[in-house]
């Protein structure tokens, strides 16, 4: 059934705000906060790194993520549709395809890693990090990433569980899948994080995370930084767009943001606070780079008393973690079919399977026998990640503050923050709130693209 301008009649919804906000932090908590960003840290100098992320998840990330609430809920459609919604006649669903283009590529390396973390998962059970040592934990990971079969069999298997639970739809799928899974992963992560700061010898990893050394900070630790507040905040890729179409008109745009985006923050510190401690207790560098969670993390399992049951614990978590982002992605790539080819949700979710499977295999031998494929100096597991989180969400996100803040403009962005008047929000904070999208959010992302360019 449709109504006259073409809308399906009867779309999906969040059934309440505390759904959206699981929905929306599982979407911002994953391998960005496991993997990412204590790594990160450790190769930008701790604290130093961490205030200057914190300053751009609010100048930046915030107000991004208020723009695609508002054009997201406003529209009630998916990524291009809500730009030709609000703007019928312009070029701006661009932006949308954009984003769709963008959580492809993400998807694709997303899912190869999310499968690393079933292996991972796996290889704790069997108590196999037991005897390492950090020489044949590196062994042990690198054969395994680049061998052929055994990472497309985890991709795969991740991949499906990704698309078992996006077929089920937003509410019976995605909102009962993250309702459970969030809260168990924040009490796994703080269990870990505690037995980490027990650790004797823990506290150097604790001052690194919390007191800042200015003299590792370059030019590239700001675009580090600002490329992290956006993937973590899962931001300029029409995610939010897409979730927050499923929300419904009485909601609090403004708390339900800030919301999130203190749930994914919080996440990440104590994530630094389950890894550093433990990384300094052991006599081990923080900036070991990308390996960190695959190899120094076994290492330090393997001589931790309990360190078997953690490990267990931490590869868990991991693999939860990135479940309830890489959904919030697919849904992104299934929705936008759905509405632009008409197609049923169990269609665009099999047919989106395929596109991804395919990518996401060449990404995965990309790390083995595809190695030489090259383009950009960069195979192509790289090339994707540079694509997505350097240029294309920082691009989507530049070009969605601009939409939210001058082409919608003022009483658009006002209306959708009160509700049409109906929530009582003090006037400084809506012009305040309305700056940042302005002015203060295109500022740090033309800065950071133009720095870019330069270096
Ligand atoms: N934020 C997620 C993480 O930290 C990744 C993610 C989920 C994402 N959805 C996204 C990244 C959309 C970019 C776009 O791991």
Known sequence: MRTA?????????????FGVLVAMAGSAVGLGNLWRFPYLVGQNGGAAFILIY?????????????????????????ARRAFQVLAPGTHWGITGILGVICCILILSFYSVVGGWGIEYLFKSVRFDFTYGNQENLKTLFSSFSTSVWRPLI??????????????????KGIEKFSKVMMPLLFLIVIGIAVRSMTLPGSGPGLSYLFKPDWSKVTSQTFLAALGQAFFSLSLGSCMVITYASYVKKDANIISLSAQ??????????????????????????????????????????????????????????????????AISILEV???????????????????????????GCLCSLSMGPLSSWKVLDKNIFDLFDFLSADFLMLLGGLLIVIFAGWKLGRKVVYDEFTNGGTLPVPAWMLKTLLFLIRFVAPAALLAIAIFQIHE
């Open 54 to 78: 914190l300053g751009f998840v609010i100048l930046a990330g915030l107000p991004v993520m208020l723009a695609e609430f508002i054009i997201g809920r406003r529209s009630q459609a998916s």
């Open 333 to 359: 790539i299934v929705a936008f079919c759905m509405e632009e080819f008409k197609m049923k949700r169990t269609v665009a979710d099999v047919l989106v399977f395929f596109v991804i499977w395919v990518l």
């Open 154 to 171: 985890c991709h795969t298997v991740f991949l499906a569980l990704t698309a078992g639970i996006v077929i089920a739809g937003v509410q």
């Open 260 to 325: 999130t985006a203190a749930a994914d923050t919080v996440f990440a510190l104590i994530a630094g606070c389950a890894i550093m401690p433990a990384v300094f207790a052991f006599g081990i560098s923080p900036g070991e780079g990308p390996d960190l969670v695959f190899v120094t993390l076994p290492h330090i399992f393997s001589q931790m008393p309990l360190g078997g049951v953690i490990a267990i614990f931490f590869f868990l978590a991991l693999l939860l973690a990135a479940l309830t982002s």
């Open 5 to 17: 301008d073409n809308q399906p009649a009867k779309r999906d919804s969040f059934a309440s705000s």
